[in-house]
């Protein structure tokens, strides 16, 4: 038991079923000062002498939540954007529906935008605003583009990963990459060992690769990540599984069988957009059996149309289309009308991926853990991700129902 804390200059409470790393604690208490947490448990045994009233029945308090994949939200783009209130702007929409720590993805471009805007995004993480830095490409392969320009896709370069990896400012996250293009998993210098050496995260996605090749990556990725002192963590991962993979088939399993087996074993963490688009509810449900809420992370894998209304947007250099809540690349048809093609992102905010997941029949401490604890793991930031003595005041209030009410990011309300 800690001392008495009612006292205390900054000292505060919120109450409420809280969701802990490990189970739904009813009628829990969170205890919170200097903008660090400092007790969790239950509202009998808290150490304070006045407690707030219980909440309406079935109020919940999360740990902030922590998306890996994000391109943007409220009608901002991180692979366009041109300044700092851009980045702001896309934040702070993810932000007030409670992923208190977010990284800034970008898509294919060329190398001087890629250059342009990861600066950009590195400063941004200077100040706080983003976590880091995701790039998603250019190393990928051309068959399974999916809403990625292919035009912009090249061979793996070590060089250009050093670059980028410069103008981060140290905050370059992960990198997606398909083991089977040239120079990206060939062995010596390659981006696998480029990417580990800057402190980044191989991330195995857009990929067209055999089993045996992605195999054979994760293999090296791993060996590389436990002998580096640079390591976030010691597992790569899988950008958005099953999406923009060759899919599994019982002669082929391809990528998808590679990478469920290397979660399995703990060699590896899987993203999943399980927004009800991307995945439909039984795959969500049968990835997290199999590999459980720690070798998997909901992501949003969200663009510029989260929170905003059906309409046209960009993406990097795709024009993008939403309708029905759901993203599309608008394609031009010589002499005729533009037409939707591939899936082009998501629209959700990560609280709403995890309504999702337990609607799905995941546990609801199993998709918050895939939403927070283990997507800090991944992140190497053991301060946030879990309601949990000494991290950082990051929660958010919610209804039975998974609707934000309140929004706490480093023990100030921003909703």
Not at 32 to 53: K, N, Q, T, Y
Not at 70 to 95: I, K, L, N, Y
Not at 98 to 103: A, I, S, W
């Amino acid at each position: 038991m800690v001392d008495d804390l009612s006292d205390g200059p900054g000292a505060s409470t919120v109450r409420g079923d809280v969701v802990t790393p490990s189970r739904v604690l009813r009628d829990g208490v969170v205890v919170l000062d200097g903008g660090r947490i400092v007790w969790v448990g239950p509202a009998g045994a808290a150490p304070v002498r006045d407690l707030p009233p219980a909440p309406p029945a079935g109020t919940l308090v999360l740990p902030g939540l922590v998306d890996l994949h994000c391109h943007g939200g409220g009608g901002a783009s991180f692979p366009d954007a041109t300044g700092a209130d851009d980045v702001r702007r896309a934040a702070d929409e993810h932000a007030r529906h409670g992923t208190t720590t977010l990284v800034a993805s970008l898509v294919t471009a060329p190398r001087d935008v890629l250059l342009a805007r990861t600066e950009l995004l590195g400063r941004a993480a200077d100040d706080g605003v983003v976590a880091g830095v995701h790039l998603e490409g250019p190393f990928l392969s051309r068959a399974r583009c999916g809403a990625q320009h292919p035009q912009h896709m090249v061979a793996g370069d070590a060089g250009l990963v050093r670059e980028l990896a410069a103008a981060a400012r140290g905050h370059l996250v992960s990198m997606t990459v398909a083991p089977e293009v040239p120079g990206v998993a060939d062995g010596g210098d390659d981006v696998l060992a480029a990417l580990v050496e800057a402190g980044a995260l191989p991330s195995v996605g857009h990929t067209d690769g055999s089993a045996e090749d992605v195999e054979a990556a994760i293999a090296r990725a791993f060996d590389l990540l436990a002998t580096s002192s640079r390591a976030r963590g010691p597992r790569a991962t899988a950008t958005h599984l099953f999406n923009g993979m060759r899919p599994l088939h019982h002669r082929d399993p391809g990528p998808v069988a590679a990478c469920l087996a290397a979660a399995a074993r703990g060699e590896l963490v899987v993203e999943l957009v399980a927004d009800g688009t991307h995945l439909v509810p039984a795959t969500v449900r049968s990835v997290l059996d199999l590999v459980g809420p720690d070798g998997a992370v909901l992501v949003t894998d969200a663009v510029a149309a989260a929170g905003m209304a059906d309409g046209d947007y960009r993406l990097g250099p795709q024009a993008v289309r939403v309708a029905d809540g759901v993203a599309r690349v608008l394609e031009d048809v010589p002499g005729g009308s533009p037409r939707t093609g591939a899936i082009a992102g998501g629209v959700a905010h990560l609280l709403d991926v995890v309504r999702t997941t337990v609607a799905a029949g995941v546990p609801l401490a199993d998709a918050v853990r895939a939403a927070s604890a283990t997507p800090a793991q991944v992140l190497g930031r053991p301060d946030v991700g879990a309601l949990v003595a000494g991290r950082r005041a990051d929660l958010v209030v919610t209804t039975d129902l998974l609707r934000p009410v309140r929004v706490m990011r480093g023990g100030g309300w921003i909703t």
